[in-house]
């Protein structure tokens, strides 16, 4: 299912593609539901940058999901690489829950809007339910759509909300 995000920020291009390629351990602090992010790896090649962060949540799990869902599975692996010449992102998610079943890939482009800047986020999440244990493989096929459009439903926000968290970062780091 596609992801599809779309936010203007109020600042130059460059401060923008810093905070978001440099800066995110900072900008956590922005963040609704969200803990740390931690830079597990970096290495600089030409005009890129490969980055593996880990995102922390620390949104409680509902009594409902409890057996299912444990505190490790509120963190995910952002594996990005930036490309500084046309100031854009590829990244892939990781899941630590239903690994094997969960996909997502895509792409952030960072656009000059006047004297603002366009985030336009591009993705692609999959969800192969039948792939996690216990799902009878009819049930998980017919589900799944059902289950990727809640999902996306819910991550399209966020992404938005993390845009925000940009903006107000940068507007604290004047």
Same mark, same amino acid.
């Given at each position: 299912?596609?992801?599809?995000?779309?936010?203007?920020?109020?600042?130059?291009?460059?401060?923008?593609?810093?905070?978001? %390629?440099?800066?995110?351990?900072?900008?956590? !602090?922005?963040?609704?539901?969200?803990?740390? *992010?931690?830079? #597990?790896?970096?290495?600089?090649?030409?005009?890129?940058?490969?980055?593996?962060?880990?995102?922390?949540?620390?949104?409680?799990?509902?009594?409902?999901?409890?057996?299912?869902?444990?505190?490790?599975?509120?963190?995910?692996?952002?594996?990005?690489?930036?490309?500084?010449?046309?100031?854009?992102?590829?990244?892939? $998610?990781?899941?630590?829950?239903?690994?094997?079943?969960?996909?997502?890939? &895509?792409?952030?482009?960072?656009?000059?809007? &006047?004297? !603002?800047? %366009?985030?336009?986020?591009? &993705?692609?999440?999959? $969800?192969?339910?039948?792939?996690?244990? &216990?799902?009878?493989?009819?049930?998980?096929?017919? #589900? !799944?759509?059902?289950?990727?459009?809640?999902?996306?439903?819910?991550?399209?926000?966020?992404?938005?909300?993390?845009?925000?968290? *940009?903006?107000?970062?940068?507007?604290?780091?004047?």
């Amino acid at each position: 299912m596609e992801i599809r995000s779309e936010t203007r920020l109020y600042h130059p291009i460059d401060r923008v593609f810093a905070a978001y %390629r440099d800066r995110m351990p900072e900008v956590a !602090a922005f963040v609704d539901d969200v803990a740390e *992010i931690r830079v #597990l790896s970096r290495q600089e090649q030409d005009d890129r940058v490969v980055l593996h962060n880990e995102w922390v949540s620390d949104r409680e799990i509902p009594a409902i999901a409890s057996k299912v869902l444990r505190p490790e599975h509120l963190r995910w692996d952002d594996h990005a690489t930036w490309y500084t010449a046309d100031t854009r992102c590829e990244w892939r $998610i990781a899941t630590r829950a239903f690994t094997d079943a969960v996909t997502c890939h &895509g792409q952030t482009f960072l656009e000059p809007d &006047g004297d !603002a800047t %366009r985030v336009r986020l591009v &993705g692609e999440l999959s $969800i192969a339910l039948h792939a996690v244990p &216990g799902v009878p493989s009819f049930v998980g096929k017919r #589900l !799944a759509p059902q289950i990727e459009k809640f999902i996306v439903s819910l991550i399209t926000p966020n992404l938005e909300k993390t845009n925000e968290a *940009i903006g107000r970062f940068l507007e604290a780091d004047r």
